[in-house]
């Protein structure tokens, strides 16, 4: 690995964290002041109110992502062209392609955490948000979707929902 891929990288990281936490941030601050009344109203504690923007995190992060990306590539790409650091580059040999395939490959990279983000931890931690606002903030009854007394049949006009006696 060249010294110069190594540099962009590291970079390309710092700025791209710094986005993405930053994002994070905002995103969880308008959240919280559009649920606020309902935490108030409903005397929510602390830990409940945590535990749900904790839960939360994945699923900012994952939509954030791309967002984050966008805009860290053109605030490093724009802070090399500022320092004529791309111009150095041009003019010691060395291709755009050489340096802007770091950006490829930790796009790629992104991408790959993204769709294991989506498919293994957000079912997951979505279920767990949903259940601490509904159980532990607006205090409803906890709702098993799968239960002895409850069954779902499905003919082929209709879908009928089948519950027993309690």
């Known amino acids: 690995m060249l010294i110069i891929t190594r540099y962009y990288t590291r970079e390309f990281l710092k700025i791209f964290a710094l986005c993405l936490a930053s994002f994070v941030v905002l995103y969880l601050l308008v959240d919280l002041f559009e649920n606020l009344d309902s935490f108030i109203k409903n005397k929510a504690s602390l830990a409940a109110i ?12 994952y939509q954030i992502c791309p967002l984050g990306m966008l805009l860290c590539t053109f605030i490093t790409i724009g802070m090399f062209a500022r320092f004529n650091e791309i111009t150095a580059l041009k003019a010691h040999g060395i291709s755009l392609f050489t340096v802007f395939k770091v950006f490829l490959f930790i796009a790629a990279f992104t991408w790959i955490f993204s769709l294991w983000l989506q498919e293994y931890v957000l079912p997951y931690t979505n279920r767990q948000m949903k259940e601490i606002k509904n159980v532990q903030i607006k205090k409803k009854k906890s709702v098993d979707i ?7 049949y499905r003919s082929q006009n209709a879908i009928y929902n089948i519950e027993g006696a309690h």
């Open 50 to 61: 945590i535990r749900y923007f904790l839960f939360s995190i994945p699923l900012v992060i």
């Open 146 to 152: 799968l239960a002895r007394d409850h069954f779902w």
